[in-house]
Structure formats: structure tokens, C-alpha cells
């Protein structure tokens, strides 16, 4: 096979968005749906293709509304796991026995998934909510059709409305968080609905990529890199002594980008801003010398998860909560990719190259004596 034939069989073409030379969704600046736009309209728009009119976005709702509401049976379930257990954990074996139970029916088209879908992000609203309020041994509040999503999800998880700046702040870290191209757990859904799994199935493979300590632990490093550095006149020292470690710096270089991660143009406006709500400011200031100490040495920027997680953490949510909300965010990405694979039906061919040892004889194996 030639390097143009080995390239081309893991090109996977969409038209769900681009990063480069600027970040779209289905063709709209991402920066104007995050300033502009809700998530659940976000979400529509990445499953398909165009933004809701005010009846479709009506039957979004109450959909979504559908799923929010969670059955005696995953009540009584999640009542019955043990504490320690981490949310994100919970969250995939959720799916798992809600799609079991056949409380919501998987859909066997991308017609059908389009309509499932929003009951699928209650569900996992819901659920997220709910492990929230019992892991604190807190009243159980139920969900209000008044909400808007971001809103009903803070709801579900503090059993409070949240100010206005916090709830418009969320939203906009969901929306931005939506979709990121072929990241490893959107490989793990396009390979599902390319056989032709269900779009239940395809999330619940996209969720158990980002159960893995990269994604689901991404946010609470670099929260310990904070920890660890303590002051910002420690910062350059902290940050020589990984370098001559050859150790990584959690938060910083994304794969997918050379110098930097320009979703973190739109973050962290957004979180000096809660900074200084929330009097975190010289936190600010330590996350500003470490920035400048990484560049110095290394010449990388921040990827999204620096600012990201420091900001869930002025708004006050819990850490392990950060990977379980990232979920929530991806899944609409996530259906887009399901949808959009599943309507073109075939996938491109990802060939190995083997790297073993050369064809030799087999012996025979001896007899113990």
C-alpha cells in the first residue's frame, strides 16, 4: 500500500463541523452559537443540520422533558449504589439497564435516532442529577418544565435555580464542548453505527472511551497542577522540573492542535470572569504564571480542559462531576456522528501493518516427561 492509499483509507468525511481555519458547526462560528445561540439548540443543529424552528424546538423539549424523567426502577437502582462509585461509572451501567429495561426504545434509524435523542440527554441529566443529590444525602428535587437546559441541569444537581451570569456561563461550556471532530470516543460511535448498532449502543461506546483516565480524568489534573504549584513565584521552577522529567504537563498541548486549543479563546473569558465573581482571582494569577512558565519552556499553549476546569470549580461543582458532564455535552456530538454514519452506511477501511515477526516454522511442542 502506498502512503496516498494508507492515508486515504482513514480520511472519514463529514459535514458535521470543521476546525480549520475556523470552528464550525454545520457551517455556523462556533463562537456565535456560544454567544447567541442554547445548547438544546446547539444539539439540534448537530443532529440535523439546520437550527430549530419554534415548533421543532417545542417537541425537543418536551422529549427531553420525557427523559427527565426517571422511572421507580432506575430510582430505586441508583439508590441502591454504594457511594464511592465514580459517577461517570454509574452513568454507562445507567444506559446499560435503561436500555434493557426498554424504557427507551433504540432507534433503528437516523430518522428515529433524531427523536430519541433528546429523551437519551434527559436521561443523562437526570441520572447525573440524581447520583448528585444522593452521594450528598440531599432531598431529591424533580425536574421543572419552566427550566431551559442548562438550567434544569444545575437544578437537578444543587436543587436550586442558578443565578443568570452562572447559568449562561454553563450553557455556553456545554455548547462549546458539543462537538470536537474525530476524537477517540466519536471514532467509538461512527465504528458502532457503522455495525449497525443502535444509537443507545453507539453512546454508550463514545461514554466508555471517555471513561478512560485521559478524558474522565483530564479536568481533575489539572486542577492538582494548581495544587502542586501552590504560588505563581513557583511556577517556572515547577514547571523546569517536569521538563527535565520529560513529564507532561496535564492541561496543556491537545493532539489534535500543534500550539493551541482555540476553543480556550472562548473559556477563558468566561472563566476569569467567574474568577472574579467568586473572589478566585490569585487563583487566576497562578494559572496565568504557570501559562506563561509552559510557553517559556516548552512553547505550547493551554488545550480547553485548562481553563474548563477550573471554571466548573468556581461555579462550585464537583469534581466527579467533571467527566459526566462532559458527556452530556459530547452526546450531541456524538448523535450527529451516529446519524450522519448512519445515513451514509459504509466506513473506510482501516488496514494494520504488521509488525511482527517473519513467517517461521512451528515445532513441535514437547511432552512433559
Not at 443543529?45 to 419554534?54: A, C, H, I, K, R
Not at 430510582?75 to 454504594?82: E, M, T
Not at 482571582?281 to 501559562?291: F, S
Request: hydrophobic share 45%; with cysteine; glycine share 6%.
Amino acid at each position: 500500500m502506498t502512503k496516498t492509499e494508507n492515508e486515504a483509507a482513514f480520511v472519514w468525511e463529514t459535514s458535521i463541523a470543521a476546525w480549520d481555519p475556523q470552528p464550525l458547526f454545520r457551517g455556523y462560528a462556533v463562537d456565535e452559537l456560544a454567544s447567541s445561540s442554547t445548547f438544546l439548540e446547539t444539539a439540534f443543529l448537530l443532529m440535523t443540520g439546520e437550527l430549530p424552528n419554534d415548533e421543532q424546538f417545542a417537541d425537543w423539549q418536551a422529549l427531553l422533558f420525557d427523559g427527565l424523567t426517571l422511572t421507580s426502577s432506575m430510582r430505586g437502582w441508583l439508590q441502591r449504589v454504594p457511594k464511592p462509585a465514580a459517577t461517570i461509572d454509574v452513568l454507562q451501567s445507567a444506559l446499560a439497564r435503561c436500555r434493557l429495561s426498554d424504557s427507551l426504545e433504540p432507534p433503528q434509524n437516523s430518522r428515529a435516532a433524531a427523536d430519541a435523542f433528546p429523551r437519551w440527554l434527559g436521561f443523562v441529566a437526570a441520572v447525573i442529577g440524581l447520583r448528585s443529590r444522593l452521594q450528598n444525602e440531599e432531598a431529591i428535587v424533580e425536574p421543572r418544565a419552566d427550566l431551559g437546559f442548562a438550567a434544569q441541569v444545575w437544578w437537578l444537581i444543587h436543587g436550586k435555580e442558578p443565578a443568570g451570569w452562572i447559568e449562561r456561563t454553563f450553557e455556553q461550556l456545554l455548547i462549546v464542548c458539543a462537538e470536537h471532530g474525530f476524537t477517540a470516543s466519536t471514532w467509538a460511535v461512527r465504528a458502532a453505527a457503522a455495525a449497525q448498532a443502535d444509537l443507545s449502543t453507539s453512546l454508550q461506546a463514545g461514554l466508555a472511551v471517555a471513561q478512560g483516565a485521559r478524558s474522565s480524568g483530564a479536568a481533575t489534573a489539572t486542577l492538582n497542577v494548581l495544587s502542586a504549584v501552590k504560588t505563581p513565584e513557583r511556577a517556572v521552577a515547577w514547571v523546569e522540573q517536569q521538563t527535565a522529567r520529560n513529564k507532561p504537563i496535564p492541561g496543556f498541548q491537545h493532539r489534535l492542535y500543534r500550539v493551541g486549543d482555540p476553543r480556550t479563546d472562548w473559556v477563558s473569558p468566561l472563566c476569569r470572569d467567574a474568577a472574579e465573581r467568586m473572589d478566585k482571582v490569585e487563583r487566576e494569577e497562578l494559572a496565568t504564571a504557570i501559562e506563561q512558565a509552559v510557553w517559556d519552556q516548552r512553547k505550547v499553549l493551554p488545550a480547553v480542559v485548562w481553563p474548563a476546569a477550573r471554571l466548573l470549580d468556581y461555579l462550585g461543582i464537583h469534581h466527579d462531576l467533571f467527566g459526566p458532564l462532559f458527556v452530556l455535552s459530547r452526546m450531541a456530538g456524538w448523535a450527529a456522528h451516529d446519524a450522519e454514519q448512519r445515513r451514509v452506511g459504509t466506513a473506510p477501511v482501516i488496514r494494520a501493518h504488521y509488525l511482527g515477526p517473519a513467517p517461521r516454522p512451528l515445532r513441535p511442542i514437547q511432552e512433559p516427561t
